[in-house]
Nanobody
Framework: QLVESGGGLVQAGGSLRLSCVGS????????VGWFRQVAGKEREFVAG????????DYKESVKGRSTISRENVKNTAYLEIKRLKPEDTAVYFC???????????????????WGQGTQVTVSS
């Protein structure tokens, strides 16, 4: 089970840190990704991190102002986005996939477990 938190309403230029807490399994066995979805559009990859946290990948539009991280001892992954823009407004989802490799999974179909999502709204 994955549970996201940290969403909310923020002004453009501000920042947010989203959290994703996993339970029921060994968190360090799972690659983690963050996706976002705007109503009426497909869910898109935002950032991903390998199971050990040694590799990361980002969507181009958030690269340089976002950081994905994880604390396996706390079964928690994070996504911090700075300099938020109105186009960052979306429901943000955490996803996890059991993996024996150190790769970052960037596709929606590559993930087996999903959280319920947390709304991020950026006002202009």
């Amino acid at each position: 089970q994955l549970v996201e938190s940290g969403g909310g309403l923020v002004q453009a230029g501000g920042s947010l840190r989203l959290s994703c807490v996993g339970s029921g399994r060994t968190f360090s066995d799972y690659g983690v990704g963050w996706f976002r979805q705007v109503a009426g559009k497909e869910r898109e990859f935002v950032a991903g991190i390998s199971r050990a946290g040694t590799k990361r990948d980002y969507k181009e539009s958030v690269k340089g102002r976002s950081t994905i991280s994880r604390e396996n001892v706390k079964n928690t992954a994070y996504l911090e986005i700075k300099r938020l823009k109105p186009e960052d407004t979306a429901v943000y989802f955490c996803a996890a996939k059991y993996t024996v490799t150190g790769h970052v999974i960037t596709t929606e179909s590559g993930y087996a477990h999903w959280g319920q999502g947390t709304q991020v709204t950026v006002s202009s």
